[in-house]
């Protein structure tokens, strides 16, 4: 049976507060869906999400990607710089973060250990890539999933409103709310995917090995 699923950094305790609020924030009087709770739909920056075989044990890779990511650096809490709320197609407002050496290292960790328990017949071949750039296009049809490799955008999904409310959201951002300039990290976690992808329920946690 086919399983919907994902692997993500999550936000210290304080940090995952702060973008439960943000979201608020940012939406002002229009609810950004779907809403981010710190005992639900956690917010999350995601390092990959799809539809995965009976095969896959996610605790065997969970371990291995987080025994990689060690290896390859990615030790103790993760500090991300925000690079400002953007706009994705259609309807979306991110958090957009940086991508650091460690951050890829850590996906490929991810696809590595993944890739070969991918469901390929789950992906969804109707979709409308028609807005997506060629990165992204490429890595929907490896992976089923818009944001791999060079196409990697690490962000804090802030939720989705209507395309005009989304775009002038994104365009007054800046001054109706003071961003976080940083963003700390602690754990991974494997977890089942919700409405839009969102962090639905957590099915295993993994903290990062302290340096």
């Known amino acids: 049976m086919t399983r919907w699923l994902g692997v993500a950094l999550l936000p210290r305790a304080d940090h995952l507060r702060a973008a439960v609020q943000l979201q ?9 869906q779907p809403p981010l709770h710190p005992d ?29 990511a060690a290896g390859g650096g990615l030790r103790g809490e993760v500090s991300l710089s925000s690079t400002g709320v953007v706009y994705q197609p259609i309807g979306w407002l991110f958090l957009s973060l940086e991508r650091p050496p460690r951050l890829e290292a850590l996906q490929k960790a991810a696809l590595a250990a993944l ?9 969804d071949g109707d979709k409308d890539v028609s807005r997506f750039t060629e990165n992204e296009r490429t890595s929907y049809e490896r992976y089923g999933y818009r944001y791999t490799g060079d ?15 989304a775009l002038e959201l994104v365009r007054t951002a800046q ?8 963003w700390v990290f602690d754990r991974l976690s494997f977890y089942v995917m ?4 969102a962090h639905a329920e957590t099915l295993l946690e993994l903290p990062l090995v302290p340096a």
């Open 115 to 123: 890739d070969p328990h991918l469901d390929r017949a789950a992906f």
């Open 194 to 197: 919700g409405q839009h992808g």
């Open 24 to 32: 608020r924030d940012i939406g002002g009087e229009t609810a950004l």
């Open 175 to 182: 001054d109706r709310v003071a961003l976080p300039k940083e």
């Open 40 to 68: 639900g739909n956690l917010p999350h920056v995601t390092v990959f999400q799809g539809p995965f075989a009976g095969s896959l044990d996610p605790a065997q890779a969970l371990e291995s990607i987080g025994g990689s």
């Open 151 to 165: 196409a990697y955008a690490p962000h804090i999904t802030l939720g989705r409103a209507e395309e005009e409310t």
